[in-house]
């Protein structure tokens, strides 16, 4: 089969990104021709490596200078050209907030919009709007959790709407030792991702001594972080540091993975983390978590935003060296559902089944 991607753009260092070019390495690998056609990110190298046989297609430089609506319009048009002339068999609309690009650019196509958000935290009228025309004009709806699979149904009537989670993306044959006395926390440095109050809540663990916080990430809040590092007198047990490609690395030197986030989609770091046998203590909070982490099994999930409380469930497997090594002992069997192999499989089964669901 020829399957196609839509992506704002491939080149950013994001888990939308990452997974994109993990699939569609996976699916080459397999026989199949894919694309990818990037809105924009022209001239620059894309941060994760892909396969020589799939294409890439920029239509614009990283700054887009062309003004709205005209840029939208020539989007629809270039994209429409690139389409026709390659003629996939399906199409992948990687993110539901481009609908009134992708959609008529797509027409006639076989399509599935890939929602990667929680829909109820990330439903402002623009992006509403672009799911409620993904709904009406694409064959199929994908999200990465059971219930943003169950919302597309109940909040915008999909009439096909599944649910299929990210495979992990790296190499697991190195494990975590759970040796190094670290928290290891990951992500954009932005209000999403909470690291606000992991900040308070490590300040309130009693008792830190021989441990660590690392943050990897970059982004907007890193000036008000650091400045509250150093307002909390944190400073010697905490730092922040920039995104770095050898993330097992990162994973297997530490022993707790704290997650901090207000909302996710489904946070592939934690399935990374799982899959390394790395041991998670999370927030409950809007969708995400609580599909992948097995509370009492796999690590700790913590009421959302109770600060207190996720201190308290860090500090508990500090202390408790056996219970580290129960959960990840556990978290090694739960990743296996997550295996690149048979996520590939289904997206095999997923394409076919929207070829047919178009053409019906």
């Given at each position: ?7 704002k753009n491939i080149n950013y ?158 190499d697991t044959t190195k494990k ?185």
């Amino acid at each position: 089969m020829k399957i196609f991607f839509t992506i704002k753009n491939i080149n950013y260092l994001a888990g939308t990104e990452r997974v994109t070019s993990i699939l569609s390495n996976a699916l080459v690998s397999r026989g199949h021709e894919v694309g990818i056609i990037s809105l924009i990110g022209s001239g620059e190298e894309p941060f994760y490596s892909f396969d020589e046989r799939v294409k890439l297609y920029y239509l614009a430089p990283p700054k887009d200078r062309h003004i709205f609506p005209f840029r939208d319009l020539r989007r629809i048009r270039c994209m429409r050209k690139i389409l026709l002339k390659e003629n996939p068999d399906c199409v992948v609309f990687v993110d539901s907030g481009r609908s009134y690009v992708n959609v008529p650019a797509a027409r006639g196509f076989p399509t599935i919009t890939w929602e990667h958000l929680n829909i109820k935290a990330c439903n402002g009228p623009k992006r509403r709007l672009s799911r409620i025309l993904a709904v009406k004009y694409t064959d199929v709806i994908v999200s990465l959790t059971k219930g943003d699979a169950a919302d597309y149904e109940t909040m915008f009537g999909a009439p096909v709407s599944i649910c299929m989670p990210n495979p992990v993306t790296i190499d697991t044959t190195k494990k975590c030792s759970l040796s190094g006395k670290r928290v290891l926390a990951v992500g954009r440095l932005d209000d999403q991702k909470g690291f606000d109050m992991l900040l308070d809540a490590w300040s309130r663990i009693k008792n830190r001594e021989g441990w660590s916080l690392r943050i990897i990430g970059s982004g907007k809040r890193y000036r008000a972080l650091m400045s509250q590092i150093a307002i909390l007198g944190i400073g010697g047990s905490v730092e922040i540091l920039p995104p770095t490609k050898d993330m097992i690395k990162e994973y297997t030197e530490a022993s707790i993975y704290a997650m901090s986030s207000r909302y996710e989609g489904l946070p592939l770091v934690l399935i990374e983390a799982m899959s390394l046998g790395l041991p998670i203590v999370s927030f409950d909070c809007e969708k995400g978590p609580r599909d992948i982490i097995v509370p009492g099994v796999t690590g700790e999930l913590v009421e959302d935003a109770n600060v207190d409380k996720l201190a308290l469930s860090i500090e508990k497997l500090m202390n408790n060296a056996q219970l580290l090594k129960s959960y990840s002992d556990a978290s090694l069997i739960e990743a296996e559902k997550y295996n690149l192999n048979s996520i590939v499989e289904r997206w095999e089964e997923l394409v076919k089944r929207t070829i047919e669901i178009h053409n019906s």
